[in-house]
Structures are given as structure tokens and as C-alpha cells.
């Protein structure tokens, strides 16, 4: 008899059925109604199936019958003669097509292939419209110019792409591959190309100007080689052949064709591409996309938006909404779909969804669900349940005491380990299944992912969506943007606020309030800096060095002020797209943040230089020299302003616009992450131009107090040396409250850049926000500081006014 313990038992797999409660909390369900859907069937009959005749008459070809009682053959590409009985040479070109960047989700791309001789001379072309289809095949036949090629010459091909944008329609040249063909004894030739459709801007390059007449250089994407691209109205493979372009409006001229935009196509692109979308209805906002006119069946597609799908864009996708409560609002989202199977471990379905700045969006699934994401509710790690001995045990022996992990807290939900996700049940048991969780896929060569942020794709070989996990202290959808130390951008901090074509009464609260209190500073600002330089340019105040200190500051003060209100105005002609010309938003960006960059910077050695002075002069006494102050402070300020400069011009050098597809947005960024050293040096300069002027402003307070108060005391016995300090601060309070205001703003700049953590999201700009235009106070309150406090320049500004009054 066989022993029972070696009969095999049925495994039991993970399960929900009976076992769980339900959890997350659905508040709404509802399904689609599938009877809604149509289905279409194309029936085709075939007539005289048996007959060997039309089977055979026409070698590859069709048979046509004609009311002469005539029958003519239509042969493809590959034959002809009456029969098709002849065989051309020709080349047999398989193409696949893939998109290296899946956020140019916004363009169609128009493909021109160009059979070309070896004078680089176009004999033969064809073009395909690429929608989004992946891995699809195009099998496409290049003809030689007569049937029977020559044998003598070298034969290659160029793919020039073109993208189309799906709403404005426009047309941009994006780059071009080039291929020889090899083996050209050979009467046919099969070519198969993978093409990786690249979202970068074409190389242009730089070549010999009469070798190249009327066109410019470009290198091609997959090799190391340049070639003539000709201007509209050129062609030949140096441009120098003239000839009339006559395409439609619209379309673009490429030497001796024409590319088309959507809708439109022919040889001049002037036929309607409505007569192949008129039996197609696209619904709810989809696009309808004429594949290829000589295809009769399904010769078009609807390219749908992200709420639909189906045939026709008839399908609202099935969706879950996802609610927080008491959850901070991430930006992006990783979901894992768990399906429950009786036979074998779950399946799992993983997705992510980036939630965009200031708004919710859906996740599409099977059905309508809603839910709400409960903090109490999260999973934790084992790491955070057992004590560290129980943890450090080996995974087979640990997992025996997942049992009390539920047992003892009856409220966990879920928890999980390195291998493993466990639910508790409602009879507080755990219930395990294998969970992997790098269960996405890291982009396999197309990283656009900005400061070694880690990019990942929902499918290694069909990707759909992308994802950029930042490192620490970058955010950004491609984690371009950072404020650890004292790096602070407006980009940053509120460019993700503004939204693209609103007007500005219904863009946000923070943009609002921004601009507020742009316009009241720079006001203040200007007319500050105004007054103090018609103060500090009259003749008594240049006696000494410390007016051409001042008067040097105020000038750099009204220039950053200038620059200031500057620097928001284009943010938002950049953002809301008011204006698109790539060469000023280029000189644009570089321009506007190396000002930002070294003038406030200026004023705070400037001003730095005022206070130290100040402190010079009482140490010195009646010793110190008005004359040799008037050369050093001459000399001092053009050491500060070459300095500063310098330090500042690996920003412009560095920086360039970045082109957020999936936003549409262009950003201003600085790129330093292809130099560790440039990292630590723009780090380290920062940290300079920071941390030096507030030290001297510190120390040249506190020697301006002490110092004075320690000299009266030793001429005043009868006087206390407290009562000495408080009597030369009422004395020297003009020079004191200059310092001691830079040193206050210094130090709350100081505590939100170093100490209050850096921006991980968009979400909450307010603190940065406040240190952006705390580092604009000091160059808006020149007059204030400096003027208001002492009685000598107060009277110096009310004689300039006085003056301008009377030559008036």
C-alpha cells in the first residue's frame, strides 16, 4: 500500500475570493456596456476560387477584365510585361520604426526614403507616414531608373525624417540616416533597417561654404559622416542645380519633392486627404490619420486622446480615481495590478502615472473605480516591523513569524520583504505571494532623465510611457531642477505654476502673488537706487572711497532690479509660449541668468566693501588716508566686478534650453553633470559669494561698536563701558543699521538655504519662494540703508533734489 505521505497535495495559491476584506474602499463602480460597442466584419467573396487561370495568368499580379472582353495584368514593383512575366531589379527594403523618445507623443513623423546613385543623385523615392504603431513592418520596393540597374555604380539609401505636429500641423526637419547598399552585383538586394527616430535638434556641422552653396552641413544620426542638405529651391549634391518649387502651402520643398503635411498628399501635395477619412468618424476629440492612399483597407486610423480608445476613439477607457487623505500629493505614481488566479501565483500589471503640478489625473484600468489613498493604510517594510535580530534572520526562517505580524496588529493592512507582499486577512492571517519590485524596466539607451536621475519605461520593447525618479534634492519632470545650497531659479520654483495659454487673471494664486510682489519691489527698487545715485555722485560724497563704493553699488542695485522684473516677464513669454524663436529664447536664457548671477553678487562685495571700510577707518583713526581711500576703492572695485564676472562664466557656457515634450514647456537650465569638478566648483563659488560678504558684514559691525566704545572709554573714565557702547551706538547707529540689516537678511537667507532642507517638488514652493526675494532685498533697499540713517547723506540727497529743482 502507498504510504499517504508521499501522496502529492494540490498547492494553494494566493487568493481574494472569500478571504479578504475590501480594501482600498471603492465608493463608486460602474462597467461599460459592452453591447455598446460595434464590431465591423469585412466579408469577401472571391469568385471562380478554382480557376488555375486567374490564379496563374498573372505571375504575382492582378487579373483585369475589361468591357472589351480584354484581360490586362497589374503586376507589382518587382515585374512586369503583359504577364508580369519579367523580373526588375530592385531592392527590397524592410523597415521597423521606434521612437527613441516616447514623449513626442504630440508628432507624427513623414519618412522620405531616397534611393540614391553613387553622384549622390535621388533616382528613386518613396515616402510613409509613422504614427505610433510599434515594432511595425513597412516592406517598401526602391525601383532602379530603368528596369536593369548598372553594374558599375554604388548605390545607397538616405532616410530623411520629418516631424508633423498633430495640431498646429507644422513641419520641422528632425535628422537623416544613410545605409550603402552591399553586394551590388546582385540584380536584388535586401536591406532591413531598425530605425531609432531620435527627439534631439538636427547636427548641423560646419564644412567648406563653395562646396555646399545653397544649403548648410548636417551629419547623419548613425554615422560619422556629413552631406549637403539643400535650401528650398536647390537640389544636387552640392545645392548648386536650380530648380521651381511648386508644392503646396504648407508642405515643405526637399530638393524634388514635397513633404506633406496631414492632410494632404500627391506629388505636390494639393489632394485632400479627407477623401480617405470620410467613412471614418472619429469620436471625443480623436484624430483621424490617412495611412498610405494605395492601401485600400484600413487606409486610416483615429489616434485617440488618453480618456479613450477602440477603433474609432468610441471607448471611454476604464479608469480608477485616486484620491489622498492626509497623504502628501507625490508626483508621480508607480501601480502595480495584482489578478488573482486560482491555479498559479497572481499576475501582476505594473503602471505609472506622473500627476502633473496643480492637478489629479485618472488611471485607466478595467472598470470605473474610485478610491481614496488612506496613510494609515500603508504597507510597511519587515525591515520597520521586527526587531533587528528576527530581521537578520535567513528568508526561510524569518517568514515563519509573519503570522504574528498580523496577529498582533490587527489594523496592518499589508506588509512587505525583498521577495514577498503579504496581505492580512480578515481573520488577521498573513497570506504571501512572490512580488518583484524592479517590476519596471530602466530605459535602455535614451536617458533623458537630467542630473542622474534614473529613467524607466512601463515596456523594454514597446514603450509607451516614461518616468524620471529624481536623485535627492532634484524635481522636475526630467530632474532638471535643483535647490540645495543657495541655488535658487524662478524656473524652479514656480515655472510648473504657470500654465500655457490661460490668461493671466485665472492663472494661479502664486503666480498672482508673485507678480505683486515683483512689481512692488522692482518699483521700490528703482526708485531707491534712482535717488541713492543722485546722493552718492555729488562731490562731497566722493571725497572718500566709501562713496564710490556706494555709488558703484547703486548702479549694480538698479541694474539687478532692471534684470529682476526682466527675469519674470520672460518666464512667462517662455512658458505661456508667447514667443517661440529659438535663437532669443537661447540668448535669452543665457543672458538673463548670467546677470542674475554676478550682479547681486556685485552689490553684496560692494557693500561688503562699504562696511569694511567703515570698520577701516575706525581702527585707523586720524590715521586713516582720504586720498590713498579714494585710489584703493577705484581699484577695489574693478577687482570686484573682474571677479565676479569671472566666476560667473561657466553659467552662460554651460546652459541651454531643454524642450519637456511631455509638458511642452521649454526650460532655461544649467548643465553641469557631464563634470564632477564643475559641480563642486559652481558649488563652491555659491558658497563663497554667500558666505564672505555676510562675515565681513558681521565683523565690521562688531568692530565698529567695540572699537569706538573702547577708545571713549579710555579717554571718559566717569563713564561706564556699557554706558561708553550705548552711547556710540546712538553715535554710529548710520553705520550700524547698513550692516546689521545685510547681516539680518543674510542670516534668514542663510537658514532657509542651508538648513530648511532642499525643494522636492513644485508643490511646495512657498519657503524658496520667500528666500528668492529675500535675496533681491538688499540691491532694492540701497536708499533706505544707507541714506535714510545718516544725517550727512540725508543732506546731501535733499540739496540734489534741491539742485534739480532749480536748474528745472
Request: net charge positive.
Amino acid at each position: 500500500m502507498r504510504s499517504e505521505l508521499c501522496t502529492p497535495t494540490k498547492r494553494k495559491y494566493f487568493s481574494v475570493r472569500n478571504y479578504f476584506v475590501q480594501y482600498p474602499n471603492v465608493l463608486t463602480r460602474s462597467s461599460l456596456n459592452s453591447s455598446s460597442l460595434s464590431k465591423i466584419f469585412l466579408n469577401k467573396q472571391i469568385e471562380n476560387e478554382n480557376s488555375m487561370f486567374l490564379h496563374w495568368h498573372c505571375n504575382y499580379g492582378v487579373l483585369v477584365y475589361s468591357f472589351g472582353e480584354n484581360f490586362y495584368c497589374f503586376c507589382s514593383p518587382a515585374y512586369y510585361g503583359d504577364r508580369c512575366q519579367y523580373q526588375n531589379d530592385f531592392i527590397g527594403l524592410i523597415l521597423t520604426v521606434r521612437r527613441k523618445s516616447i514623449r513626442d507623443h504630440l508628432f507624427l513623423f513623414r519618412i522620405m526614403i531616397i534611393l540614391l546613385d553613387q553622384n549622390m543623385t535621388s533616382i528613386y523615392r518613396e515616402q510613409i507616414l509613422y504614427v505610433s504603431d510599434c515594432e511595425k513592418r513597412y516592406q517598401i520596393y526602391l525601383l532602379y531608373r530603368n528596369r536593369l540597374k548598372l553594374n558599375y555604380q554604388n548605390y545607397s539609401v538616405r532616410l530623411d525624417i520629418y516631424s508633423i505636429h498633430r495640431f498646429d500641423n507644422t513641419i520641422h526637419f528632425r535628422t537623416s540616416f544613410y545605409y550603402t547598399i552591399p553586394f551590388t552585383f546582385l540584380p536584388v538586394n535586401r536591406l532591413l533597417i531598425s530605425l531609432n527616430i531620435s527627439d534631439e535638434q538636427p547636427q548641423m556641422t560646419f564644412g567648406d561654404k563653395f562646396s555646399c552653396q545653397n544649403g548648410k552641413y548636417y551629419q547623419y544620426e548613425n554615422l560619422n559622416k556629413t552631406y549637403c542638405r539643400c535650401n528650398t529651391g536647390w537640389f544636387g549634391k552640392f545645392c548648386h542645380l536650380r530648380h521651381e518649387c511648386n508644392c503646396s502651402p504648407q508642405s515643405i520643398c526637399a530638393e524634388l519633392s514635397c513633404v506633406c503635411p496631414l492632410g494632404k498628399f500627391g506629388p505636390l501635395c494639393y489632394f485632400p486627404e479627407k477623401l480617405t477619412c470620410k467613412n471614418i468618424v472619429c469620436q471625443h476629440g480623436g484624430t483621424c490619420i490617412p495611412r498610405d492612399q494605395r492601401i485600400l483597407e484600413k487606409d486610416s486610423q483615429c489616434v485617440c486622446t488618453e480618456e479613450f480608445e477602440g477603433q474609432f476613439c468610441e471607448k471611454r477607457r476604464m479608469r480608477i480615481i485616486v484620491s489622498f487623505d492626509n497623504v502628501p500629493i507625490p508626483s508621480s505614481l508607480l501601480v502595480h495590478y495584482f489578478i488573482s488566479r486560482e491555479s498559479r501565483n497572481p499576475d501582476r500589471l505594473t503602471s505609472f502615472k506622473r500627476i502633473s503640478y496643480m492637478k489629479i489625473w485618472l488611471f485607466y484600468i478595467r472598470q470605473y473605480v474610485k478610491t481614496t489613498i488612506i496613510g494609515s493604510n500603508k504597507c510597511p517594510n519587515i525591515e520597520d516591523i521586527f526587531d533587528h535580530q528576527i530581521f537578520q534572520f535567513h528568508p526561510l526562517k524569518r517568514i515563519k513569524y509573519y503570522q504574528l505580524i498580523c496577529q498582533q496588529n490587527h489594523r496592518l493592512k499589508c506588509f512587505f520583504d525583498e521577495t514577498q507582499l503579504c496581505l492580512c486577512t480578515k481573520d488577521n492571517l498573513a497570506d504571501c505571494f512572490d512580488f518583484n519590485h524592479n517590476g519596471i524596466s530602466l530605459c535602455d539607451e535614451n536617458n533623458v532623465c537630467q542630473n542622474n536621475g534614473k529613467c524607466y519605461v512601463n515596456d523594454l520593447k514597446c514603450p509607451t510611457k516614461s518616468l524620471c525618479v529624481c536623485q535627492q534634492c532634484y524635481h522636475g519632470t526630467l530632474c532638471q531642477f535643483t535647490t540645495s545650497g543657495s541655488v535658487l531659479s524662478l524656473d524652479s520654483i514656480i515655472g510648473y505654476h504657470i500654465q500655457s495659454y490661460v490668461q493671466f487673471s485665472k492663472q494661479y494664486f502664486i503666480i498672482k502673488l508673485s507678480t505683486g510682489i515683483t512689481i512692488v519691489m522692482a518699483t521700490t527698487g528703482i526708485l531707491s537706487n534712482v535717488f541713492a545715485i543722485m546722493t552718492f555722485s555729488r562731490e562731497r560724497v566722493l571725497e572718500l572711497g566709501c562713496g564710490f563704493y556706494l555709488l558703484s553699488s547703486s548702479i549694480a542695485s538698479l541694474s539687478t532690479m532692471i534684470i529682476f522684473v526682466y527675469k519674470l516677464l520672460s518666464l512667462f513669454v517662455t512658458q505661456m509660449e508667447l514667443i517661440t524663436n529659438d535663437s532669443y529664447l537661447n540668448v535669452n536664457c543665457k543672458m538673463t541668468n548670467f546677470l542674475l548671477k554676478f550682479l547681486p553678487t556685485t552689490v553684496e562685495w560692494l557693500n561688503a566693501c562699504v562696511a569694511s571700510e567703515r570698520a577701516l577707518s575706525i581702527l585707523l583713526g586720524i590715521h586713516f588716508n582720504k586720498i590713498k581711500s579714494k585710489f584703493w576703492s577705484k581699484f577695489t572695485i574693478g577687482i570686484v566686478i573682474l571677479i565676479n564676472i569671472t566666476s560667473a562664466l561657466h553659467d552662460p557656457l554651460n546652459r541651454r534650453l531643454l524642450k519637456d515634450t511631455e509638458e511642452q514647456r521649454i526650460w532655461c537650465i544649467a548643465d553641469y553633470s557631464y563634470s564632477s569638478w564643475l559641480n563642486v566648483y559652481n558649488a563652491a563659488v555659491n558658497i563663497i559669494h554667500f558666505i564672505v560678504p555676510f562675515v565681513i558684514n558681521c565683523l565690521s559691525a562688531c568692530i565698529i561698536i567695540t572699537v569706538t566704545a573702547r577708545n571713549r572709554s579710555v579717554i571718559r573714565t566717569n563713564q561706564t563701558y556699557r554706558e561708553h557702547l550705548t552711547e556710540q551706538f546712538q553715535r554710529h547707529k548710520h553705520l550700524l543699521i547698513s550692516s546689521s540689516v545685510l547681516v539680518i537678511l543674510g542670516i534668514s537667507r542663510l537658514i532657509i538655504s542651508y538648513f530648511s532642507g532642499c525643494m522636492k517638488s513644485a508643490r511646495n514652493p512657498w519657503l524658496f519662494l520667500a528666500a528668492y526675494f529675500i535675496s533681491f532685498v538688499p540691491p532694492m533697499l540701497t536708499f533706505p540703508i544707507f541714506i535714510i540713517p545718516s544725517k550727512s547723506y540725508r543732506t546731501e540727497f535733499y540739496a540734489s533734489i534741491k539742485y534739480r529743482h532749480t536748474t528745472s
